[in-house]
């Protein structure tokens, strides 16, 4: 409870402290022009970094959706034959298997 009470006061003590204006600013000019050209450089290597790993990362994305998409589709054509083909191997079936084939239906 007592960490509760402390933070925020000294968020506003700390605001306060850097609102003091010094020769017309306020401290917190003075210490940004100091700092700046530091941030400036964080920020500027933090999205170089950023920018060349999502790079990287679409390329090996893209690299891995191509290899799990078949190249080469069938044609229409190309699967019929195919499915007649696989029929052509089956025997026919003569009218008096037919026959006992309903019976045994029925049956059950």
């Given amino acids: 409870m007592n960490t509760l009470i402390r933070l925020p006061a000294y968020f506003v003590l700390f605001v306060l402290l850097l ?18 050209p530091a941030t400036q450089y964080a920020q500027a290597k ?10 990287t990362s679409k390329v090996y994305a893209k690299k891995l959706f ?6 080469v589709k ?7 034959a195919s499915n007649k083909k696989k029929g052509d191997d ?3 079936i003569t009218p008096e298997e037919k026959k006992g084939l ?3 239906i029925k049956a059950h």
């Fill in 19 to 36: 609102s003091i204006t010094v020769e017309g600013k306020p401290l917190f000019n003075y210490i940004y022009e100091t700092i700046s």
């Fill in 46 to 55: 933090t999205l170089s970094l950023f920018g060349s790993s999502l790079t």
């Fill in 66 to 71: 191509e290899n799990s998409v078949p190249s």
């Fill in 74 to 80: 069938k044609s229409v054509d190309e699967r019929i």
């Fill in 90 to 92: 089956l025997e026919e």
């Fill in 102 to 104: 309903d019976n045994l």
